[in-house]
Structure formats: structure tokens, C-alpha cells
């Protein structure tokens, strides 16, 4: 498919093939609502690159390829904003993840990378910023550190977090924790935590 121009530029309808047959339909105006391009890699990798090309596990449907974008650039249209997208976290277990099921809790902790780095600000965040700050973390990972204190303010929160005994570990201490995280007791011990800490672990 293709867009039809006449000599002024302006757009008068769309060349379309069937089955059996090409024929021009033409339309005193055009709207273009073919969805996203998340099953185009090419245009994935071009415009939001490779983190999240690579990095994220691609939701939507793979026949959203772009076409329309593609036939607007083709007949002189900008493309902009194409590098903003809408991104989730996850959990290990590919579930809804931190930022949406534990959204009172998240803003009590602290968002570390494998590194034990903190990379956002988890007071004033919200999932779509999170989300996308993960995608350039190494590994596309982080876990979200909480105590006794996060988890006690919102129990039913914390109790309705799918598969939670096998996504949030719990440790008495930095050294446990790092342990069932894969981290560095070393660049934990930066941390200052009080009571019993929590963690879950995630990607996008």
C-alpha cells in the first residue's frame, strides 16, 4: 500500500492491492491508524535502539510493522517522537512487576542495578520512568530493596503480589540478601537498612 499524492502534495487517497487486483481508492482525506512498529525490527533498532529492541520483551502484535509510518515517510512526512515508548517492568516470572503491583511500597524503597547502584529517583518516579531507566541498567535488570517498615504500611499490597514467595526474597541482613539476589555483599554494605529487608527482582 501506498499513499496517493496529485501535484500539490496533497494527499487524495491510497493505493491498495487486493488479492486479485491493485486499484487507487481515492478519499478527500486519509487517516492512519496502523499501530505501532514493535514487529518491524529494523525500524525498532533505528528508532528506539538497540536496549530496548534487545532488552525488553516485546508485547503488542507482531503485525504492527509500521506500514502506515512508512507510507508517510515516503511521500515527505517528519517522524517524530519515535524513540518515546510505552514500556512495563516485570518480574523474573514475566509477571506485572513492581511499579504497577507494588505502587505505595516502591516509593519507600530503593531501586538498585547489578552493580548496587541506585539510578533513579523512586519518590517521584512513575512506571513508565522506571521502567525505561531498567532497560539501561546492565543486564536490563534491577531489584527494588524495602524493609519492615514499607512492607507493614501497605500488608495487602505486599500480600497480593503474584507468586510473591517465589519473586520477593526476604533477608535479616545486607550479606543475606546480596546472597539471594546475585549481588555484591560488598556494594550492599553501602546500604543502611534496620530492619528485615525485602527485595524484589525485575526486568522490563
Same mark, same amino acid.
Given at each position: ?54 532488552? $525488553? *520483551?516485546?508485547?503488542?502484535c507482531p503485525t504492527n510493522? =509500521? ?9 515527505? !512526512?517528519? +517522524? ?48 513508565? $520512568? *522506571?521502567?525505561?531507566?531498567i532497560v539501561f541498567q546492565? =543486564? ?9 517498615? !514499607?512492607? +507493614? ?36 554494605n553501602c546500604l543502611s ?12
Amino acid at each position: 500500500m501506498s499513499l496517493l499524492v496529485n501535484e500539490l502534495g496533497a494527499i487524495t487517497g491510497v493505493k491498495a492491492k487486493t488479492a486479485s487486483e491493485a486499484m487507487d481508492l481515492k478519499a478527500g482525506a486519509v487517516i492512519l491508524a496502523t499501530g505501532g512498529f514493535e514487529g518491524n525490527q529494523e525500524m525498532m533498532v533505528k528508532y528506539v535502539g538497540p536496549d530496548i529492541t534487545y532488552g $525488553t *520483551i516485546i508485547t503488542g502484535c507482531p503485525t504492527n510493522t =509500521g506500514d502506515g509510518h512508512v507510507m508517510a515517510r515516503e511521500v515527505g !512526512a517528519q +517522524l517524530v517522537n519515535l524513540n518515546v515508548c510505552h514500556i512495563r517492568t516485570t518480574d523474573k516470572f514475566w509477571g506485572i512487576g513492581l511499579a504497577r503491583h507494588l505502587p505505595h511500597i516502591y516509593p519507600m524503597g530503593i531501586l538498585v542495578n547489578l552493580d548496587c547502584n541506585r539510578f533513579v529517583d523512586e519518590g517521584i518516579a512513575d512506571s513508565d $520512568t *522506571i521502567a525505561n531507566a531498567i532497560v539501561f541498567q546492565p =543486564g536490563h535488570t534491577a531489584a527494588l530493596i524495602f524493609d519492615e517498615k !514499607a512492607r +507493614l504500611s501497605y500488608p495487602k499490597e505486599y500480600e497480593s503480589y503474584p507468586r510473591g514467595r517465589d519473586v520477593i526474597k526476604v533477608a535479616q541482613t545486607l550479606q543475606e540478601l546480596a546472597e539471594k539476589l546475585g549481588l555484591s555483599p560488598g556494594h550492599l554494605n553501602c546500604l543502611s537498612m534496620n530492619s528485615t529487608l525485602r527485595s524484589t527482582k525485575g526486568k522490563p
